[in-house]
């Protein structure tokens, strides 16, 4: 039983076609689109139907919860609605995420698909970024070569971070999948832990980076489960995140 | 005009209101969407009158509930499922709270009228999480709440009550002009939204003037 998500949007063409996005990553995840309103006859126009919102979260909820996600103004207010009039049992496991529409409902979608719960997976669209900076997504590493397929590390006893890097054994590289795992992994840990700069525990900004087959990822963390974080991230990639 | 302060307004009151509401919205469909494309996305009028032409059919649709705030309550859902627009929301949660407000009283008073236009502004307020300046419905919505408290207060009709919010929601609206939006899609222009009026505090006008008009033509 997953998280369901419900895309309020004023127009149905976005809102169906960030479902179809998601759907592509999270094929067991209820996603529901409440976008547009119809006219009398039915005619699609832009804007946002409290009902639809309404039976589109008795539609994505299959007990597990529901996180709306909402495009411009009157969709967040639409929502916010519906969360009013819904019973006050379902009320417990629905959220209404302050995120990105896009990068956020990808986020979702990704965490939900792992099993993750209601809050978890609401953290996960809100944490997605919104603007990334190019340069950013591949980094230069300059000891890259010191440990492709290895994961040489170093220890972590003085506050120093610990770093390790490997190269990526698996087809598919760091998708939607292991980066879901390893965000999450990372998330129960004590640690500050970046791969390739950027926040281990953010399942878009993993994804963000691309990383395919064959390239290298470097990890760094500190804080008191630096050590325990490098390792599993190492045992992660070094199976091919379960792939191989 | 009512007589005195004794008089009191009843779900026929509610009725005419919401009436004479989806009649104006409709004569200033238009001149609301000209309003609308200057600073927004030039659906106001269309959105409203659309809402509004639902209300009245439920209203035609034979027996409409007995009690004032029961009709309010009617309006409100309809005008959610129906609007599209941020209007939807707002003038639906608006309906809603002066419903509650109401609850099952049948004869409204001044106090109650001053006391359903302030709960309408909360609501308008809760919902939309602008303050007064922010070139929205708002600077309509709470000059027109204070001035039905303050008429209330010093023993005026309800139709004395009811003209006092309209004349401050149409002075507020009017105000709008020169204010910079800092909520809403007119928000996104900047100091460009400036120099022009409010399309949903002007609205606001309008269905207030309604409300005054409504009682007035009750007697």
Redesign the interface.
């Known amino acids: 039983m997953n998280v369901g998500l419900v895309i309020v949007s004023h127009s149905s063409k976005i809102a169906e076609g960030i479902c179809d996005l998601a759907r592509e990553m999270a094929g067991d995840v209820p996603l529901v689109a409440a976008g547009g ?1 119809d ?2 006859s039915g005619v699609p ?7 639809k919102v309404l039976e589109a979260i008795s539609t994505a909820d299959q007990g597990a919860g529901v996180v709306l996600l909402t495009d ?3 969709a967040v ?2 929502a ?2 519906a969360l009013e009039f819904i019973d006050s049992d379902q009320r417990l496991r629905v959220r209404l995420a302050r995120a990105a529409l896009v990068e956020g409902t990808v986020a979702a979608a990704v965490e939900a698909q792992s099993g993750a719960d209601v809050d978890t997976v609401t953290r996960a669209a809100e944490t997605a970024i919104v603007a990334l900076d190019p340069t950013e997504l591949e980094p230069f590493v300059s000891h890259a070569a010191a440990a492709p397929g290895e994961g040489g590390s170093q220890s972590s006893t003085d506050g120093k971070p610990v770093e390790a890097a490997w190269e990526l054994p698996n087809p598919m590289g760091l998708h939607a999948r292991p980066a879901a795992t390893l965000a999450r992994m990372m998330s129960e840990l004590d640690v500050e832990v970046t791969v390739n700069g950027v926040d281990a525990k953010s399942v878009m900004l993993l994804m963000s980076l691309g990383l395919g087959q064959g390239k290298v990822l470097t990890a760094s963390a500190a804080g008191p489960d630096a050590q325990k974080a490098i390792d599993q991230i190492g045992a992660e990639v070094a199976s091919g995140f379960g792939e191989l | 005009m009512v007589e005195g302060s004794t008089s009191t307004l009843t779900t026929e009151w509610v009725v005419a209101w919401l009436r004479e509401s989806a009649r104006v919205v409709s004569e200033n469909r238009q001149y609301l969407i000209d309003l609308d494309r200057a600073i927004g996305d030039a659906d106001h009028g269309e959105n409203l009158d659309r809402g509004f032409t639902a209300v009245v059919k439920k209203l035609d649709d034979g027996t409409h509930p007995a009690t004032p705030g029961a009709v309010l309550k009617l309006a409100a859902m309809t005008l959610m499922s129906s609007v599209g627009g941020a209007a939807g929301p707002l003038y639906g949660t608006a309906l809603l709270r002066a419903a509650t407000s109401l609850g099952d009283t049948e004869a409204i008073g001044p106090d109650d009228v001053a006391g359903l236009l302030t709960a309408a502004r909360d609501g308008i307020v809760a919902r939309g999480k602008a303050e007064s300046g922010d070139k929205t419905m708002v600077d309509a919505w709470t000059p027109a709440a204070e001035a039905a408290g303050t008429a209330a207060m010093a023993g005026a009709s309800v139709a004395e009550v009811l003209a006092a919010a309209a004349n401050a929601a149409n002075a507020g609206a009017a105000a709008t002009e020169p204010l910079i939006a800092r909520k809403g899609r007119a928000s996104y222009l900047g100091e460009r939204s400036a120099g022009h009026l409010d399309p949903g505090a002007v609205s606001s006008g309008l269905i207030l003037q309604a409300a005054a008009d409504a009682a007035g033509a009750q007697e």
Not at chain 1, 45 to 51: W, Y
């Open positions: 309103l006219d009398d126009l832009i804007g946002t139907s409290f009902e411009l103004g009157s207010m639409t916010e609605m």
